[in-house]
């Protein structure tokens, strides 16, 4: 796994889903500095000891984004709040909601 690998996957989006998933990117290597970047499933991913903790993905008409909250509790990880995965919906520049998969998923970092 490697950053390239991302670098890669952001390079081929369009304007704001890049910069947009670039921050995102960037919000979750403070959170978690030590997160080894790569692909998993053709979108981008971090792990922790090999096992991912989050992961993002754009498509035609949305940006989804995906947290695996209890690996991260046990790597005090504690920036991140909800469990699951989220739709994030907006023009890049200004989020205007975050759709949760589920009744109990969430997203705890927003960028915008």
Known sequence: M?????????ADLEEPKRSTLQRLRQTI????PEAEEGI??????????????AGFGAFKNH?????????????????????GSATLHGDGDRLS????????????????
């Open 2 to 10: 490697s950053s390239a690998e991302i670098d890669e996957y952001l």
């Open 29 to 32: 290597l403070e959170v978690v």
């Open 40 to 53: 998993s499933y053709r979108h981008p991913a971090f792990r922790l000891e090999g096992k991912v903790i």
């Open 63 to 83: 940006l989804s984004y995906l947290l695996l909250p209890a690996t991260l509790s046990a790597h005090g990880a504690a920036a991140f709040v909800g469990d």
């Open 97 to 112: 909601r975050i759709t949760p998969a589920g009744p109990k998923a969430g997203c705890g970092v927003i960028v915008g």
